[in-house]
């Protein structure tokens, strides 16, 4: 059972910019695809960004393209979220999430461990 577990959320003004972690229990960390999505208030979970295992492959949705970037460290067992040019509507939980087949996939339901999500919230 991989852990995963969640860090650097907080209080941003808009503009501004967090750096999110993600740090695995499972030394096979280096095989998994791995993704961060989030849930802002009412609102279903939704697709942010993901890696594949090799770092060769990333994967955007559209509205944080040119301001979020995805990148990992195998070696610390660690995946990360840059996120820069923070906006109000980049308020949400954020989560992490590993997938065993290793992809860069977009989709929530291929995703086996999730962590407990750390909070982004983006206000003056």
Known sequence: ????VESGGG???PGGSLRLSCAA??????T???GWFRQAPGKEREFVAAI?????STNYVDFVKGRFTI???NAKNTVYLQMNSLKPEDTAV?????N?????????????YWGQGTQVTVSS
């Open 1 to 4: 059972q991989v852990q995963l």
């Open 11 to 13: 209080l941003v003004q």
């Open 25 to 30: 229990s499972e030394r096979t960390f280096s």
């Open 32 to 34: 998994y695809g791995l």
């Open 52 to 56: 594949s295992w090799s770092g060769a």
């Open 71 to 73: 990148s990992r460290d």
């Open 94 to 98: 954020y989560y992490c999430a590993a």
């Open 100 to 112: 065993k087949y290793g992809m860069s996939d977009n989709r929530p339901t291929w995703y086996d």
